[in-house]
């Protein structure tokens, strides 16, 4: 990249990365609440599913996207960036233990199987929280050095492309509800139009109305 070339903001990663130790963070409690009662599994388990997808959506976003554009044009410690994918495939296992178990939790609320998926996130969210953190510190600031706009757009397209249309204005609310004024209007403002109007007018509602359902 040219020396005149500004640096990308980055910072809408670090409110992705809110939205993961948020939901992660509060759904062993969730799903251990939510104890035969098949009411609030089938609440809980479609959120959970929902969650599941955003998470696995940003690490291969990353993976394929991002991560090898720094390994080809960074200097980067390779300890970081071993560490990097070791974190991400510790989360992988644990949502690939989720997936096999939310299913039939979904539909029965078994407290056995709630149990056990509330215990597979506790012990992930360490590892979690420690690899958000750690991503915003060392990784963000080289790729907003290393790749152009462009390239970062596409890893924003990825991973909202995988949002089925009918729950981005909800996913749009999770994104931006622990965000300051500033956070959220620099957010809104890489946003077509339609959508920031739309969301304006009817999606925080909906959001607010579901998250307060979810969260009991
Ligand atoms: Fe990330």
Do not use: C
């Not at 104890?35 to 599913?49: P, Y």
């Not at 510790?90 to 215990?119: F, K, N």
């Not at 970062?152 to 249309?165: N, T, Y």
């Not at 300051?180 to 620099?186: I, K, P």
Request: aromatic content about 4%; charged content about 25%; cysteine-free.
């Amino acid at each position: 990249m040219s020396p005149y070339t500004p640096p990308v903001d980055t910072h809408e990663m670090v409110l992705i990365h809110r939205v993961l130790r948020r939901e992660f963070g509060q759904l062993p409690r969730l799903f251990r609440a939510a104890a035969g009662d098949r009411a609030r599994s089938k609440v809980i388990g479609a959120h959970a599913r929902e969650m599941l997808d955003f998470l696995h959506t940003h690490h291969t976003g990353e993976d394929e996207l991002l991560f090898h554009l720094l390994r080809e044009r960074a200097v980067l410690d390779p300890e970081l960036m071993d560490r990097m994918d070791t974190q991400h495939a510790q989360v992988d296992d644990a949502v690939t233990a989720i997936d096999a178990e939310l299913p039939a939790w979904t539909a029965s609320a078994d407290p056995a199987v709630g149990g056990r998926m509330a215990a597979v996130i506790d012990a992930m969210m360490p590892t979690l929280i420690d690899h958000l953190a750690e991503e915003e510190q060392k990784i963000l600031p080289i790729a907003s050095v290393t790749l152009t706009q462009r390239e970062w757009d596409a890893l924003g397209k990825h991973g909202m492309s995988a949002i089925p249309l009918t729950r981005r204005l909800i996913i749009l609310g999770h994104i931006t509800e622990e965000t300051d004024d500033a956070e959220r209007q620099r957010f809104m403002r890489i946003l077509p139009t339609p959508a920031r109007l739309a969301y304006k007018l009817i999606g925080h509602r909906r959001f607010t109305r579901e998250t307060t359902t979810i969260r009991g």
